[in-house]
Structure formats: C-alpha cells, structure tokens
C-alpha cells in the first residue's frame, strides 16, 4: 500500500460510525483509568485498604460514573435515548460485569506475588492487563445493551 491508499483507507475506517464511537469510548476510558488508577492507588498505599483488588474495584466504581456521564453525553449521544435511570441501571450492569472480570484478573496475577504491599508495577500491572481486556466488554455491551436502539424513544 503506497501512502494514498493507506491515508484514503484511514479516512474511510474514521467515517464509519462505529470506529468513531470506539474511538470516543478509548478517550473516555483513558480519563475514566486515570480516574480508576488514582482512586485505587490513594485507596491501597495510602489508606492502606486491603486486599489489593479491593482497592482496584474502588477505583473502577468511581471511574462508572465518570464512563456513564461522558459516554452518555458525547460518545452515544445520537442514539435514541432511554430513561436515564434505565441507561445508568444498564451502564452500572454492564460495569459491574466488568468490574467482576477485572476483579478476578488482577486476583490472580496478584496470587503469584506474595509481597504487601504488591510493588507498585506489579499492582498497575495487573490492573493494565485487566483493564485492556475489560474495554472490549465493556464497549461493546455497552453500545448493544446499555445505549442501543431497542425500544428507546428518541428524545430532544
């Protein structure tokens, strides 16, 4: 592929609505790790909860409501739309899977170090891990489930 046709095929890929939504759900998962990171790190090293993963699950809670706020208002925000308490209940469902499968992965690569505190690479390690696999659940149930058309009524 010359530069044209990569730079033609790039332009395409962008015009599709649902690499745009991906593209704006990755923007609002980077703030909504920072968020997720700083909460759990403030909760495991300096208000010394434990376990570790307790303090991981903390984090990703208070990063759901920073997803639902920015997701429902800029990433989906051309869908019909449904009753916010409706949205938010299925945007928490859908968190809370994920919150379960990020849960579970950052437990067990923690089980393999025995050190407490965990070293600070080994904890965000473990949480980058769970976090790049979690995304891709939580993008797509979310756009099927959570902000999809089925029986929405559209709304101003």
């Known amino acids: 592929m010359d530069g044209i046709s990569v730079s033609n095929w790039l332009v395409g890929q962008l015009q599709r609505k649902g690499i745009r939504q991906f593209i704006k759900f990755c923007i609002v998962g980077a703030s909504s790790t920072l968020i997720d990171f700083t909460v759990a790190n403030i909760a495991y090293y300096v208000l010394h909860v434990r376990p570790a993963a307790l303090a991981s699950v903390m984090g990703f809670c208070v990063a759901v409501v920073n997803g639902y706020t920015w997701n429902s208002r800029w990433t989906f925000r051309d869908r019909k739309r449904k009753a916010v308490h409706k949205e938010f209940?299925?945007?928490?469902?859908?968190?809370?899977v994920g919150a379960m499968l990020n849960y579970s992965i950052v437990s067990l690569i923690l089980m393999f170090d025995h050190q407490d505190p965990h070293p600070k690479w080994v904890f965000n390690g473990a949480k980058v891990l769970a976090t790049g696999i979690v995304v891709f659940w939580n993008f797509f149930a979310n756009r099927r489930w959570t902000f999809g058309q089925k029986g929405a009524v559209r709304t101003p």
């Not at 209940?89 to 809370?96: A, D, I, M, S, Y």
Request: cysteine-free.
């Open 89 to 96: 209940l299925g945007f928490v469902t859908v968190n809370v």
